[in-house]
């Protein structure tokens, strides 16, 4: 049974970094594309979850929203069968709970494949 444990998050200042780890039992994380999607204070979760960055399965290519362009970047360790996002030069718009969703095995990936097998997510601040 699949079961995603996430975790990283906390407080940051605007221009530092966190990095959010997303592990998963169950599966073999490599074989299916994976998200982090975040959601904003006071948003509607049923319709304001905000896809940051995907990475397909097998060649593990990645993508990113334009928001976090050049600032985020998600990663992979198969040997633990995690996924990674690190956050650098964070801005305060970078605030949300941030989710990891574990998607199907279609590349590349779209955030409209993201459906089920969500994590309880994590809260990230970015405040001074």
Sequence with gaps: QLQIVQSGGGLAQPGGA?????AAS?????????????QAPGKDPSKDREGVSCMSSGSGDSYYAD????????????????????????????TGVYFCVVGPNISPPSWAIFLDNWGEGTLVTVSS
């Design 26 to 38: 169950g599966i073999t994380m490599k074989y299916y594309a994976i998200g982090w999607f975040r």
């Design 67 to 94: 928001s976090v362009k050049g600032r985020f970047n998600i990663s992979k360790d198969n040997a633990k069968n995690t996924v990674y996002l690190q956050m650098n030069r964070m801005k305060p718009e970078d």
């Design 18 to 22: 966190l990095r959010l780890s997303c």
